[in-house]
């Protein structure tokens, strides 16, 4: 596990630094802002007409694209399986001293943060009534799904750091993971891993960046 620092971002928000790897969780020109953006904007809300929708996320890292996905379902009311992998899980008193609940000033949900972190893992859960959420403790590498999820954050650390989880084998797995007309999104759109995503299928759209950086991807099976 590496030394974690947190660091706050341009919005206010906290990020964690792996000072292991120099990378932070989130961007650093907003956390709350690129998630919002990336994860919510271009993902869960593509979904208009879905009532019900399995997400599966790599890297649930500090919990925030989870969190926010709860909110924003909150409104919407769809029917969520939430499913967070994750292989080196932030200690949970780090995790109590982020400040997402209190900046998106929701009190009622602050025990949903708590529980994202606190639970079990390899268990399902019910955050609410139409919310079942799943944390697994593996390498991403070892994943098998098939056919299972309509939409995937994929939000590891980037190319330049874990090389490795931006190849063809991983992102295959991500395919092979996605139903028929399933999505994956993320902050990165460095032009080897758009390649690397057509030539696995997907037909890949460059979406305007969150604040701070130019462009996103989304990848459509």
């Known amino acids: 596990m590496s030394e974690l620092e947190i660091k706050t971002t341009s919005d206010g928000s906290h990020t964690l630094l792996s000072t292991d790897f120099g990378a932070t969780y989130h961007s650093i ?23 019900q929708l399995s997400i599966l996320e790599m890297g649930l890292g500090t919990g925030l694209n989870a969190y926010l996905t709860f909110l924003e379902n909150k409104k919407v009311g769809k029917q969520i399986t939430y499913t967070g992998i994750e292989a080196f899980p932030i200690p949970l008193e780090q995790a109590a001293l982020l400040n997402y609940c209190e900046l998106l000033e929701d009190v ?33 590498e070892v994943l098998q799904d098939q056919l299972a999820y309509d939409l995937i954050y994929f939000d590891v650390f980037g190319p330049s750091t874990q090389p490795e989880l931006w190849g063809e084998e991983l992102l295959g797995k991500m395919y092979d993971a996605l139903l028929p007309g399933g999505v994956l999104v993320t902050y990165c759109a460095k032009g080897v891993v758009k390649r690397t995503l057509k030539a696995l299928g997907f037909l890949v759209e460059g979406l305007p960046g969150p ?10 099976k």
Do not use: W
Not at 30 to 49: C, D, L, P
Not at 211 to 220: L, Y
């Open 29 to 51: 020109h907003g956390a709350i802002q690129e998630s919002e953006h990336v994860f919510i904007k271009a993902g869960y809300r593509h979904f208009t007409n879905k009532e």
């Open 211 to 220: 604040p701070g950086k130019r462009e996103m991807t989304r990848a459509i």
């Open 108 to 140: 009622e949900s602050t025990d949903v943060f708590e529980r994202i972190h606190g639970c079990a893992f390899d268990a399902e859960i019910q955050l609410s009534d139409n919310f079942t959420f799943e944390k697994r403790l593996m390498k991403f």
